[in-house]
């Protein structure tokens, strides 16, 4: 998470962060201008959601895992409302992917609907298109970055 704070503080952009407390984590980075810290999973989840137009997922374990199938399982069953989940890293996500093709989607618990909500890619550019397109989608304004 420290790559993508940084990255939003020295764009010009509010770095905020939804903590957990964990034995193995280190806690808050440097580079946060807003920091909240959750003890239980779950109402972190909802927060993150509840504030999301768009799931970026980077390489993850298990946390990452169950916050991207949460998300996608509440938009499936239009609890949330429809925003891009963007899985980055095509050599990471693809195994991920192709699973979701090969076993739930040929048993028929998900769809093909299910499927394209789905964005696997390597791409930033690609990743701020389909978030600015969403956000103005949503009505959202989004902020200029400094130069």
């Known amino acids: 998470m420290e790559a993508a704070n940084r990255g ?11 903590g957990i407390d964990l034995p193995s984590e280190v806690g808050a980075n440097r580079y946060l201008d807003r920091y909240v810290n959750f003890h239980y999973f779950f109402v972190r ?9 768009a799931f970026i997922i980077f390489p993850g374990g298990f946390g990452t895992l169950d916050e991207a199938t949460e998300a996608l399982t509440l938009i499936s069953t239009k609890k949330l409302v429809q925003f891009p989940i963007i899985f980055f890293g095509k050599d990471y ?28 890619t390597d791409d930033f550019d690609e990743v701020l298109r389909i978030v600015s397109q969403t956000a103005k989608d949503l009505g959202v304004q989004l902020q200029p970055l400094k130069p």
Do not use: C
Not at 46 to 53: A, E, G
């Open 45 to 53: 989840k909802v927060i993150l959601l509840k504030y999301s137009y």
């Open 93 to 120: 996500w693809n195994g991920f992917y192709e699973w979701l093709e090969e076993s739930p989607l040929q048993s028929g618990a998900i769809t093909e609907e299910h499927l394209r909500m789905i964005h696997l």
């Open 8 to 18: 939003a503080q020295e764009a010009g952009g509010l770095s905020v962060a939804a």
